[in-house]
C-alpha cells in the first residue's frame, strides 16, 4: 500500500505541475484532455476499473450531465470519460489538495443552504454551458453507499432550461469485479473525512465501476422540476440495469 501512496503523491504533484505550468499556455481542448488523462491514470493506480454501458452515447457539447453520487472518486470517473466543468459542495474546497485542484479547474461550488449562493451556482453553470462547456453534477446533494438514488434537487435544472441544452442522466455502480457484489469502499457516507475515505479506498482490493449512460433528456417544454423527476426517474432505472445484469451475469 506504499507503494500506492507513492503513486498517488506523484499524481497529486504531476496535476499541480499541469494546472500550474502547462494550462497558462494550453488551449480549452488541450487542458480538456489533460484533466481527462490524468484523471484516467489516477484512477488506474488506485486500483479502480471503469467499465462503460454504453447503450447511449455520450451527448454532444454543451450539456448537462446528472449521476447518483456514491464517492468523490465520482468525479475522475466522469472526468475519465468526458472533462466537464463540475458543481460541488462548498466544503470540498477545503479539502487537502485536492480542494487546491478543483479550484484551479474551475469548479463551481454552492452552499446548498444558501439561496443566494444556488441562485450563482446556476448563473456559473449556464454561463458555462453559454461558453460550449459540458458541465456536470450530483443533483442528490449528498453521497450514498450505492443502494439507492435520493430524490434530486431541482436548482441544477433550472441551467439547462435557461441555455436549451440536453440532460444525460448516468448511473455509477462500485463493485467486486471477482464477485459483482457492490463495493462499499469508495462510499463517502455519514461523518466521513476526506482522509479517511481515501485510506479505505488505498487499502481495497482492486474494484471496479460500472457507468451506465441513459438517453438524453430535452429540457423542452419542461420545468426544472419536472426535468429533475425525469432525470432521477432514468438515473434508478439506470442503476436497476446495472444491479439485474450483474447478479445475472454471476
Not at 490524468?38 to 467499465?51: A, F, K, N
Not at 459542495?89 to 461550488?109: D, H, L, M, N, S
Not at 453553470?125 to 430524490?151: C, I, K, M
Amino acid at each position: 500500500m506504499l507503494l500506492k501512496y507513492a503513486l498517488l503523491v506523484r499524481a497529486f504533484i504531476q496535476a499541480f505541475f499541469i494546472l500550474w505550468v502547462k494550462f497558462p499556455r494550453y488551449t480549452r481542448e488541450q487542458k480538456l484532455e489533460a484533466i481527462r488523462m490524468w484523471s484516467d491514470q489516477t484512477l488506474q493506480l488506485m486500483g479502480v476499473d471503469v467499465r462503460v454501458v454504453a447503450t447511449h452515447p455520450l451527448a454532444e457539447v454543451p450539456h448537462l450531465v446528472v449521476a447518483n453520487h456514491v464517492s468523490w472518486l465520482d468525479v475522475l470517473v466522469i472526468q475519465s470519460l468526458h472533462p466537464s466543468v463540475f458543481v460541488a459542495k462548498r466544503e470540498v474546497g477545503q479539502w487537502p489538495v485536492v480542494g487546491t485542484i478543483a479550484k484551479a479547474c474551475g469548479v463551481v461550488f454552492v452552499d446548498r443552504g444558501s439561496p443566494s449562493s444556488a441562485k450563482k451556482m446556476v448563473d456559473d453553470v449556464a454561463n458555462a454551458l453559454h461558453h460550449g462547456y459540458r458541465v456536470a453534477g450530483f443533483p442528490e446533494g449528498t453521497s450514498s453507499e450505492g443502494h439507492v438514488v435520493s430524490l434530486f434537487h431541482a436548482n441544477l435544472f433550472e441551467a439547462a432550461i435557461h441555455r436549451q441544452v440536453d440532460v444525460q442522466p448516468i448511473a455509477l455502480r462500485y463493485v467486486d469485479p471477482q464477485t459483482g457484489n457492490l463495493c462499499l469502499a469508495p462510499a463517502f457516507v455519514g461523518e466521513m473525512g476526506f482522509l479517511e475515505s481515501l485510506h479505505r479506498i488505498m487499502k481495497a482490493r482492486v474494484m471496479a465501476v460500472d457507468v451506465h449512460l441513459g438517453s438524453c433528456i430535452s429540457p423542452e417544454g419542461h420545468s426544472r422540476r419536472t426535468l429533475a423527476h425525469l432525470s432521477h426517474r432514468s438515473v434508478c432505472q439506470q442503476l436497476e440495469q446495472l444491479t439485474t445484469a450483474t447478479a445475472s451475469s454471476n
